[in-house]
């Protein structure tokens, strides 16, 4: 745990009590895992949104099927291959 030992966490303890006291620990306790929970869900939402805009970027880039696709453009004369000609 971070380099922590048994008598750091007991001192922590301590001080955490000291500043709070025990009444105030749980309410202290409460909105810290409500603090947790809202990050929690805002990261989820975060990487959903990269997820959908992935895949709509992917769309983009992908026609959908059944759509016309340009044929590819036939080389001319001067791109094709050399031909000699004969006389």
Request: glycine share 6%.
């Amino acid at each position: 745990m971070a380099g922590l030992g048994a008598p750091e966490i007991i001192i922590i303890a301590i001080v955490i009590f000291a500043l709070f006291g025990y009444r105030k620990l749980p309410d202290a306790a409460r909105s810290v895992g409500r603090s947790m929970r809202i990050f929690k869900a805002e990261t989820k939402g975060m990487r959903e949104d990269d997820v959908q805009a992935k895949a709509q970027a992917e769309h983009v880039r992908n026609p959908i099927e059944g759509t016309p696709v340009p044929p590819p453009a036939q080389p001319t004369q001067s791109q094709s291959t050399p031909t000699t000609e004969t006389q």
